[in-house]
């Protein structure tokens, strides 16, 4: 199937209508949010970005079961598909529960990082949404750092609720699932700016 449902980098839409929002999902694991959000959003082309295999299988399995033609998948890292996707064609962006990568010399491996999100950016429509969910305080922080001082990007929240809520239409995934009992993981929503692109270097 995945030759079927591999995704077209140039194309984001291809099948569908050329106004149809695209979603992208970085990092989808098991695939439960991925093929979660396809159910419920059949007008919306989901874009799945994943590298471990296990979890490609997992959302092609999702992708027959449910007869699903709105998902495409890219099964490998997600950082040469966007810098293959064309400007502006991504509505919203999902990041659930990145790899905290916490010792201090693994910190480059941070998939939230300067230059993730200048690719993210471009290639997301202004006033797209970027949505990031972890457990780990310390990598909370770090995307809170580098998320806010980033010029294309905006933090929505108004007060804790906006953060510590799971929000309304969020599908719970496996990491999720295994959380212990009484960790509280953090939802931070973001907005693509009207303007603002990379940051200044230095
Ligand atoms: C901790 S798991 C969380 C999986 C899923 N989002 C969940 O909440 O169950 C992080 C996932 O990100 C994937 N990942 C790590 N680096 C990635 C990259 N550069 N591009 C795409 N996926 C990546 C890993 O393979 C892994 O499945």
Not at 130 to 154: E, S
Not at 156 to 162: E, I, L, N
Request: include cysteine.
């Amino acid at each position: 199937m995945l030759p079927r449902f591999r995704a077209d980098p140039a194309d984001p839409t291809e099948g569908c209508a050329g106004d149809t929002p695209v979603w992208l999902e970085i990092g989808f694991g098991g695939a439960e949010h991925l093929v979660g959000q396809a159910v419920a959003n059949p007008d919306v082309r989901l874009i799945g970005c994943e590298p471990f295999l296990e979890g490609v299988v997992k959302a092609l399995d999702g992708i027959e079961a449910a007869a699903l033609r709105n998902v495409r998948i890219h099964d490998e890292d997600v950082r040469p598909l966007l810098d293959q996707l064309p400007d502006a064609c991504i509505d919203r962006v999902f990041i659930l529960f990145p790899d905290p990568w916490p010792k201090t010399r693994h910190h480059k491996r941070r998939i939230v990082s300067d230059t993730t999100l200048d690719s993210l950016a471009r290639v997301m429509r202004p006033g797209a949404m970027l949505r990031i969910a972890t457990d780990h305080m310390g990598y909370g922080r770090w995307i809170l750092f580098h998320v806010l001082r980033h010029p294309a990007f905006r933090w929505t929240a108004d007060s804790v609720r906006d953060w510590l809520d799971v929000p309304p239409d969020h599908v719970t995934t496996r990491y999720q699932s295994k959380l212990l009992a009484g960790s509280t993981p953090l939802f931070l929503a973001f907005d693509r700016c009207q303007t603002g692109g990379a940051r200044e270097e230095g």
